[in-house]
């Protein structure tokens, strides 16, 4: 869980939490992204570099402000003689770093501090020494990654793989991936828009612009995350076009919550900045000073002006666009403008999302909430049950909540699930923070064999859920939004904070009026809906939703059928509550005591993973329907003539 401190400075950013990168080398004394021309040991600039004291202090005054996390970078880190100390260093005062490297200077020893280190990021450059080398211009590189990487297995260190596509690899893109996955169970793809070389220096741009793969490539590459929420950017663009706000870097330091240091020990808030005057230097002043006074002054430091407010400050896509001010001043020089090839990738962006959006993305509402449901796989007319169509709606509601749809079991163990709060085949229940891991699982002597993971923020309004395969998904006809045995698992908690809940009842709408008949297995629910057919609208006859509204209780239909497959996605108010009971006889009783229409009630209620907070709810609401609502003992028997007194009453 975040936790944010207040601060006496109003001016000042948060102690807390920090995450801050270091450059320990310098690349083309002006860190440009791709290129492998290292600084020679006798250069000048050498001696500039922070040594490993000014280090020390350096993460001395970051951690006393708050700061437990480091990102280590360069140029190649471990170029530094003074290597192995430094990480050691870093790993005893943070809490785990990230160390970006190519591998190839990798020795036992830094394996095994890499092993405490926590993440590491290996790039990779090719299938093959001859692409891979031609790449880094070092020949051998690719034997030496492969020895790294062994020290690392040897080591037991945790590392991924960074697949970088370019134009001279492209070709052996499927061939890297598949290297990747022989090397560590961890890969992502690299960068996959190169950026131009802060220096600006025409013969370097020139060969770096040969290597950009065309926009279609890069967004089908690295496919950008559509389970945003569109609901809450809807306008944004215009909104932001009114505004017009020109102050290119106020947000972003606003916003910051980690920091970024040079070889030289100049630190401001973003690795890409090179301009002097945005940046501290650590060797003549002190870290708080840079973090509550340098860089908080710099919000109105650099602003777009006309170029920015009528070209990209003014773009209906600007919310999709990865545009940045330090973009704009890498390929022109110019901090507010706008960046062509960005544009024409988030022309491609926006024509793939709205392809997504189509095939992998459909919305259900049931008792006025809105289920936004989304697969990595396409979502056709067979993967749901026919049932769905009658729920299916065109678009976000008032209330919304959204379920993402994995086919592969997260890699981490449950040791990172947080606290195991209940565990009963199928089901254990895990709260870490803010969030809820739901685990679907059975038993088995060689462990348990899991199938679902579904990670839940504290609202349960939002889902993600890892299948163990896609099996299921493909072969259609699925009974659950959520591909778990039942939806109610995931509902019946979103109900709980809307004032509604789930009965063991069927339901129908009759004469414009809603009557529940409440009752267990075999109490006659699916009976009474089939005596009620052709009389009254169905809704559900094994499960109904009661929530209450400004204007009262309202029932509502959902796909939870039993023996009846007819639902209904409508809803009627709420006028009488059955609890049913076969007999040789037909009489409608009015029950007055409520602890007994209490009890009843509670005794049919569906739930979820019991909290105490949910159970102060459910109790609260009951004892509101018991007030509201009439509730009879209704006794029946087979002959139908029950029918006749649910009309004259």
Not at 286 to 297: A, G, K, L
Not at 565 to 581: G, M, Q, Y
């Amino acid at each position: 869980m975040t936790e944010y401190l207040t601060r006496k400075k109003v001016n000042a950013l948060p102690r807390l939490p920090l995450e801050g990168s270091i450059d320990l080398t310098y690349r083309c004394n002006n860190n440009c992204r791709h290129c492998w021309l290292w600084i020679p040991e006798n250069s000048p600039e050498k001696e500039k570099e922070l040594s490993f004291e000014e280090i020390k202090r350096i993460v001395d005054e970051a951690r006393s402000m708050g700061c437990r996390r480091w990102y280590i970078s360069g140029g190649e880190p471990m170029l530094r003689p003074d290597f192995p100390e430094i990480l050691n260093y870093l790993n005893k005062n943070s809490l785990g770093n990230t160390l970006n490297t190519n591998g190839t200077l990798i020795t036992a020893e830094i394996a095994r501090l890499m092993k405490k280190n926590g993440a590491n990021l290996i790039a990779l450059y090719g299938a093959t020494a001859e692409i891979h080398d031609h790449i880094t211009r070092r020949p051998g590189s690719f034997e030496a990654l492969k020895q790294g990487i062994a020290y690392l297995k040897e080591a037991g260190a945790k590392f991924t793989v960074q697949v970088v596509p370019m134009t001279d690899n492209y070709h052996q893109f499927k061939e890297m991936v598949q290297l990747a996955e022989s090397f560590s169970i961890y890969w992502r793809i690299g960068a996959t828009w190169l950026y131009l070389s802060a220096c600006g220096d025409p013969h370097k741009n020139r060969e770096i612009l040969t290597q950009r793969l065309g926009p279609a490539r890069v967004v089908e590459l690295d496919q950008p995350d559509f389970s945003g929420d569109e609901v809450k950017h809807k306008g944004q663009g215009r909104e932001f076009n009114r505004r017009a706000d020109d102050r290119l870097f106020a947000a972003c330091i606003a916003g910051r919550r980690d920091f970024h240091i040079d070889a030289y020990g100049h630190m401001s808030f973003c690795s890409f900045i090179k301009d002097p005057e945005l940046r501290y230097d650590l060797k003549r002043g002190t870290f708080q000073n840079c973090w509550e006074e340098f860089i908080p002054s710099l919000s109105d430091k650099v602003r777009g002006g006309k170029e920015y407010i009528e070209n990209c400050g003014a773009c209906e896509s600007r919310n999709e666009c990865g545009w940045c001010a330090v973009y704009g001043y890498i390929e022109k020089k110019n901090y507010g403008a706008k960046v062509e090839y960005l544009c024409a990738v988030t022309e491609q962006k926006i024509k793939l999302k709205e392809v997504w959006q189509r095939n992998h993305r459909r919305y259900y509402r049931v008792a006025g909430i809105t289920i936004r449901v989304e697969a990595d796989l396409p979502i056709t007319e067979q993967t749901y049950h026919p049932k769905f169509k009658l729920f299916e709606v065109d678009g976000p509601g008032e209330e919304n909540i959204s379920i993402r749809h994995h086919f592969a079991l997260p890699i981490i163990g449950r040791k990172y699930f947080g606290k195991e709060l209940y565990r009963r085949s199928p089901w254990a229940v895990y709260q870490k923070g803010d969030s809820w891991i739901y685990e679907v699982f059975t038993p088995h002597p060689d462990g348990d064999r899991v199938y679902q993971v579904a990670v839940l923020n504290h609202g349960f309004t939002r889902a993600r859920i890892y299948n163990h395969d896609d099996v299921a998904f493909r072969k259609g006809g699925i009974f659950a939004l959520t591909l778990f045995s039942s939806d109610q698992v995931l509902l019946a908690q979103v109900l709980a904070d809307r004032q509604a809940c789930f009965f063991h009842s069927s339901g129908v709408i009759f004469r414009d009026k809603g009557f529940m008949f409440i009752g267990h297995s075999d109490a006659g629910k699916s009976t009474m809906v089939k005596m009620l057919k052709g009389r009254a609208e169905v809704l559900c006859d094994e499960r109904i939703i009661v929530r209450r509204w400004p204007g009262g209780f309202k029932i509502h239909g959902n796909w939870a059928y039993g023996e009846v497959p007819d639902v209904s996605p409508n809803s009627a108010p709420l006028r009488a509550i059955f609890f049913l009971e076969k007999a040789e006889d037909n009489r409608i009783i009015r029950i007055q005591n409520t602890r007994e229409i209490t009890s009843r009630l509670l005794a049919c209620l569906i739930k979820p993973f019991v909290t105490a907070d949910w159970w102060e709810k459910m109790l609260s609401l009951t004892e509101q329907i018991v007030r509201d609502i009439p509730c009879y003992s209704l006794r029946f028997d087979m002959s139908g003539e029950i029918v006749r007194k649910l009309k004259d009453l």
